[in-house]
């Protein structure tokens, strides 16, 4: 199982950014992608989630409005589209999946125990 997160970068404030998340090892048509995102000093956080299977969207009250996630079975990867970017949103960006059955979606880590490397989203005010 392998997690390949891209596409940060620095935006000014307003701006846009999409994430991706290409998996291998595994089939997102089964299973759930979460996006998370620590700020320098504090504790990660969940910010968006999705299960193909079921359709299981989760979004974290601070990116409503804001952010869309969504899934390429054919490509085997997520996105995390992200406008109206604000300072408070400068993080680096996780995603991480979860191999056990059921259904829905969590923006909690548990129970996220695979995880792919960060991308760093930096917004400049």
């Known amino acids: 199982v392998q997690l390949q997160a891209s596409g940060g970068g620095l935006v000014h404030t307003g701006g846009s950014l999409t994430l991706s998340c290409a998996a291998s090892g595994f089939s997102l048509a089964s299973y759930a992608i979460g996006w998370f995102r620590q700020a320098p000093g504090r504790e990660r956080e969940g910010v968006s989630c999705i299960r193909t299977s079921d359709g299981s969207i989760v979004r974290a009250d601070s990116v409503k409005g804001r952010f869309t996630i969504s899934s390429d079975i054919a490509k085997n990867t997520v996105y995390l589209q992200m406008n109206s970017l604000k300072p408070e949103d400068t993080a680096v960006h996780y995603c991480?999946?979860?191999?056990?059955?059921?259904?829905?979606?969590?923006?909690?880590?548990?129970?996220?125990?695979?995880w792919g490397q960060g991308t760093l989203v930096t917004v400049s005010s």
């Open positions: 991480a999946t979860y191999l056990g059955s059921g259904s829905g979606c969590y923006v909690n880590m548990h129970p996220y125990d695979y």
